[in-house]
């Protein structure tokens, strides 16, 4: 099936950037999500990254209309027509996901491909609550979309060929460069990245360093755009703290346990940059 119409459910960061880097690869897009203040600050973020894109002579102004004129969006999944591609890009709940691939599996053509994002929910477990299971597969984009190159794709334990092969074409369309992972906790990126960012809560927690050491350390010793306390900020610690948990349950290794002080910092709502608080303060 030739893929020319997605819908991306989840207006925040990750579907927005989604959303975009589909209008600029010339597909059509349905933008979902329950929220309609979400819905707006999504669309204005997509207008806001085309723009940015012309300015910088990656993408022609007669482009970008056109990328406009082909975004929708809606409050609810039951109202997308003729979608050949589904993208969920919601919080990291296996309930929800699991709810709104009962939707998706209900508006997405025959023939068509159910992805998730999930940065470490198991695609088997998600995929077993659809009528058509071969059909779903992990699409897990890096934040933000619009300027990070990788994609993970993740096999489920039914996902068909046909649906690998589909979704690696249509990361390739969007400019992205493909990875494949089985469908263990973490898959890959997350899979060695959340333990290094947990060592590092641990490191803080213990006393080793001040905050701003371990991560000039860890970026001059290891030449690292960002150091793992202000990445894990930027990433959310609800969310690291969210796949250290995954990680922990799924292999069942305490190596894996969660930071006592990461945890608190989560129950403290101190999340990182989008709090205005984290190990550091914005």
Not at 11 to 38: H, N, S, Y
Not at 73 to 89: H, P, R
Not at 232 to 242: P, Q, R, V, W
Not at 258 to 276: D, I, M, N, T
Request: a neutral charge; charged letters at 25%; proline letters at 4%.
């Amino acid at each position: 099936m030739a893929i020319e119409h997605i819908v991306v459910v989840g207006a925040g960061q990750m579907g927005a950037g989604i959303a975009q880097v589909a209008l600029a690869a010339g597909l059509r897009v349905t933008l979902a999500d329950v929220a309609r203040e979400a819905l707006d600050r999504g669309a204005e973020r997509i207008r806001g990254g085309l723009a940015k894109l012309v300015e910088k002579g990656k993408l022609e102004d007669a482009r970008r209309k056109a990328a406009l004129e082909s975004l929708r969006t809606t409050s609810s999944i039951a109202e997308v027509k003729d979608a050949d591609f589904g993208v969920e890009a919601v919080t990291e709940n296996e309930e929800l996901k699991k709810r709104l691939f009962r939707e998706l599996d209900q508006v997405v053509k025959p023939g068509g491909v159910l992805a998730t994002n999930t940065s470490s929910i198991p695609i088997t477990r998600v995929a077993a609550v659809t009528r058509r299971p071969e059909a779903v597969i992990g699409m897990h984009f890096m934040n933000p979309v619009p300027v990070m190159q990788l994609v993970e794709i993740i096999r489920g334990a039914a996902t068909s060929d046909e649906t690998y092969q589909a979704t690696r074409a249509l990361a390739e369309r969007m400019g992205k460069t493909t990875v494949v992972s089985k469908d263990y906790p973490g898959f890959i990126v997350n899979r060695i990245l959340i333990p290094m960012l947990n060592e590092a809560c641990f490191a803080l927690m213990e006393g080793l360093a001040s905050a701003e050491d371990i991560d000039t350390a860890m970026k001059l010793g290891t030449n690292q755009p960002m150091g793992p306390l202000q990445l894990a900020d930027f990433i959310g610690l609800d969310t690291c703290l969210s796949i250290a948990e995954v990680l922990h349950r799924g292999l069942g290794d305490d190596k894996y346990r969660p930071c006592p002080l990461l945890r608190q910092h989560v129950e403290a709502g101190w999340l990182g940059k989008k709090s205005g608080r984290g190990f550091y303060r914005y």
